[in-house]
């Protein structure tokens, strides 16, 4: 017999899980709508920001 205590851990966990897994999947699709949105900018050329990060990292010599 499972106990009572034991089985509430069990639905809070399963709880969370549930809104783990909800926050990751918004967060990827956050993402990959972000990563859309900056593709066109990339054809153009590269954004300033990106710029200014490669110097700072020190890519272009």
Do not use: C, N
Not at 13 to 28: F, K, N, Q
Not at 39 to 45: F, M, R
């Amino acid at each position: 017999m499972v106990s009572q205590h034991a089985w509430s851990y069990f639905k809070v966990s399963h709880a969370a899980t549930d809104v783990l897994i909800r926050l990751i999947d918004e967060g990827v699709f956050l993402l990959a709508r972000h990563v859309v949105s900056v593709i066109p900018t990339l054809d153009v050329g590269t954004p300033p920001k990106m710029a200014g990060f490669r110097h700072h990292v020190g890519v272009e010599k």
